[in-house]
């Protein structure tokens, strides 16, 4: 009796899988936007007093949903877990992933999952107390770490202590609440995630000055929104959803000058058919004209919701690095809208 | 009389003498004292050690509760407004951050507008299940009973009020026509036709007369979402929805269970057993992820219903197993004395056998309640806003980043109270109906 349970499970997921092609559609219909969120990872996503979602991912669903549906209120934010993030992708329980999740190879093909875009370019890093007296992560030989379960960065832990032929010892946390915990009662000697955690766990500490982020960054996290395989229309609109944001930032369009761009044609010709003033670019994507309007309506451009969310006037305090703009040394490079 | 003893009687008393008051240290504390905690060696040596445990485990904490900081924004706020009071590195609590996110506690993300509706929803359980817990309640609640659950449903989610009392009309119906059937005497064709009657009336009328009663006279609250839930009511609503429903299933279960009808007997055992045999957060990943492969696409199966779902049938087979040891307790004798009245198996059951083994099984069955109802944060695996889950969320703001204790005491606090409640009510309900053994 299980096998044929099994096999109808596959079967099944196999039907589903091939059913959900338009996803675009669906959105359309159901009116919102479901956006899978890190429950809380400050500065990336966590609700308000007030329960209103708030942070860099959940912008970018605000936007997606400003793009599709016309209104970035639309939006259903459905928290995952570490665990169960890329099976409710799957299962069709959510639309687009916007959850610090890091683009990898076997992501992409074995889990059948699609990057459209890189949102924030991350790497990991180590949080150590300064009385530890480590001035190079080389130098933690027989440390005790801190480190989530089911993360790139366990891996990538492994691989960083395993090439440097030193030792470690693992201790396992669920979540980044429990890591600061363990931490600060000095269950292990060093954190370590990506270094945008590292900077928001250390910016909530009662002395942060007593604690140091080592300068070794051991791996890449390109942190994405995530989309099934198999539906390459709905792919394009998140990807060129988070271009337009890049892209409105390079042209200097922001939430407060957009209106005033959009209303009548400009000298610049990008900037027409971004917003929609010259040229059809809206119906090639199955959206309408103003949708890039809306996009940058929702939260600004790229840089203003990176300085509201994580940027140095908040507590967190990240500077761009490498996710400043191709033309300030950074990694943000948005394809032309030609 | 003889005159002998009239000098030798000098003084014969004819009251009775006051009692003297007992030696002080045969009396109130003292003697309560040296009777419970210094009555002898061993016991002084264990009363020290206690007494050195507790002071160890409140030195700290008393003070720094008792410090508290109430009024704050944020997490650095409160060691600012510590500093200045009590000086740098004063273990104080800061207690601002349930101040200002208590809300958030207890009722997750629902309308803050709405937050009266669920606690008159729970104040209307309470009243609902008076007349079910207690036997001096007056009858005419059992009708305030039996109407609960539709009102209740109706306050929690709101929507019109038509459909929850088009739900409850297919009761209504399914009764009415078993009630006319089996008075003319087939049991068997009567609970056929009360059931069909019931279905046909849910799959074919019900949504009909619920929009056409809405369209006279459009009663209804604001709706609210499932994802809304979180908080204390998550784990109330999942909790008390799973207790309730659960104990009539796990009485039939138990009872299938030992029925002599070898089909129905082996289903029962087949199902406890793998019920019981896999974790209940296997089954919460079944509900939220697997369910969806099954459905057809588009289906929006409340995630909130599928866990209800699952924390019930998850607790039925406990509650089977516990109740299948109170029918186990039962002496022989009580079953044989049922036969030899000529009762029927369900009116001994009703009688004689599920009055005794509810009875043997109060203790187990509370047991398994108040599990099932700290089970309920076993939730935030599939991302439903439990308390723990909450509390969380909460730190991972700006403001909060770094608060643990305080929540953690919170959400203790309350758990405690709630389980604490069911245990002194189970604790009543076994001297109240004590019978053989006093």
């Known amino acids: 009796m299980k096998t044929s349970v099994m096999l109808g499970t596959l079967a099944l997921a196999g039907l589903a899988g091939a059913a959900q092609a338009a996803t675009l559609d669906d959105v359309k219909a159901r009116g919102t936007l479901n956006c899978g969120v890190n429950p809380g990872l400050t500065g990336f996503a966590a609700p308000d007093a007030s329960g209103t979602w708030q942070g860099f991912d959940v912008d970018l669903c605000r936007a997606i949903a400003a793009a599709a549906l016309g209104d970035p209120a639309k939006v259903n934010y459905i928290p995952l877990s570490g665990e169960t993030r890329f099976t409710a992708l799957a299962a069709g329980e959510v639309d687009v992933l916007a959850r610090n999740s890091t683009w990898t190879f076997s992501r992409d093909t074995d889990l059948k999952l699609d990057f459209p875009a890189v949102n924030y370019y991350d790497g990991q890093g180590f949080l150590a107390p300064r009385a530890l007296g480590v001035a190079s992560a080389k130098e933690l030989d027989g440390a005790t770490v801190c480190i989530q379960t089911g993360t790139t960065t366990e891996l990538n832990l492994a691989d960083f202590f395993r090439v440097n032929n030193i030792t470690y010892e693992p201790v396992p946390i669920a979540n980044d609440a429990e890591g600061r915990q363990q931490y600060l009662a000095g269950a292990c000697d060093v954190y370590t995630t990506d270094a945008s955690g590292l900077a928001s766990v250390r910016a909530t500490f009662e002395t942060p000055d007593d604690h140091v982020i080592l300068p070794e960054i051991i791996s890449k996290e390109p942190l994405g929104p995530a989309v099934r395989h198999g539906d390459t229309e709905w792919a394009d609109i998140v990807r060129w959803t988070f271009y337009a944001l890049v892209t409105a930032e390079e042209l200097g369009i922001t939430a407060a000058n957009v209106a005033e761009m959009a209303a009548a044609p400009t000298e610049n010709p990008e900037i027409n058919r971004l917003l929609g003033t010259e040229d059809e670019y809206g119906t090639m994507a199955g959206l309408d004209q103003q949708w890039a309007v809306r996009v940058v309506q929702a939260g600004g451009n790229y840089g203003e919701i990176f300085e509201r969310n994580l940027g140095e006037s908040t507590s967190i305090g990240l500077a761009r690095g490498l996710n400043a703009l191709w033309t300030q040394g950074g990694l943000m490079y948005a394809p032309p809208f030609r | ?438």
């Open chain 2, 1 to 438: 009389m003889s005159e002998i003893h009239a000098e030798t009687v000098a003084f014969a008393r004819d009251t009775m003498m006051p009692p003297a008051p007992p030696p002080r240290r045969e009396t109130g504390a003292v003697r309560w004292m040296r009777e419970n905690l210094f009555s002898g060696p061993l016991n002084i040596i264990l009363t020290i050690l206690a007494a050195w445990l507790l002071w160890l485990a409140l030195r700290d904490l008393l003070p720094w509760a008792w410090r508290g900081i109430w009024q704050a924004g944020s997490a650095s706020e409160c060691r600012a407004i510590r500093d200045q009071l009590y000086g740098e590195g004063v273990p104080a609590a800061c207690w601002a951050v349930v101040r200002a996110r208590w809300r958030q506690l207890l009722f997750g993300f629902y309308p803050a507008d709405g937050l009266w509706r669920p606690l008159l929803a729970l104040g209307l359980f309470l009243v609902a299940v008076l007349p079910v817990l207690f036997s001096g309640a007056p009858r005419r609640l059992l009708w305030l009973s039996a109407a609960a659950p539709f009102v209740i449903v109706w306050l929690l989610w709101g929507g019109s009020l038509w459909g929850p009392v088009a739900a409850a009309l297919g009761f209504v119906v399914g009764w009415a026509i078993w009630a006319a059937v089996a008075r003319r005497g087939n049991a068997g064709l009567a609970l056929l036709l009360g059931l069909g009657a019931a279905l046909a009336w849910w799959f074919l009328l019900a949504r009909p007369v619920a929009a056409g009663l809405a369209s006279v006279a459009p009663l209804a609250l604001v709706p609210v979402e499932s994802r809304a839930f979180g908080g204390f009511t998550l784990s109330l609503v999942i909790g008390l929805a799973g207790i309730c429903l659960s104990l009539p299933l796990g009485v039939l279960l138990a009872l299938a269970r030992r029925s002599e009808l070898f089909f129905i007997s082996k289903v029962a055992v087949a199902y406890i057993e793998v019920i019981r045999g896999v974790p209940l957060i296997v089954w919460l990943l079944v509900a939220q992820v697997v369910l969806n492969y099954f459905l057809p696409r588009g289906t929006n199966f409340d995630i909130l219903l599928r866990v209800i779902i699952m924390v019930t049938l998850f607790s039925s087979a406990y509650i089977a197993e516990v109740i299948r040891g109170g029918l186990a307790a039962l002496p022989s004798g009580q079953y044989e004395a049922a036969d030899a009245l000529g009762l029927g198996y369900w009116q001994a059951t009703r009688l004689i056998v599920l009055p005794q083994a509810l009875k043997i099984s109060i203790p187990g069955i509370v047991n398994s309640f108040i599990g099932l109802f700290k089970d309920t944060t076993l939730v935030s695996i599939i991302s439903l806003f439990d308390p723990m889950r909450i509390s969380s969320t909460i730190r991972a703001t700006t403001e909060w980043g770094g608060i643990y204790w305080e929540l953690y005491v919170f959400v203790a606090l309350v758990f405690f109270a709630f389980c604490f409640a069911m245990s002194r009510y189970s604790i009543w309900l076994e001297r109240r109906l004590e019978r053989s053994h006093r």
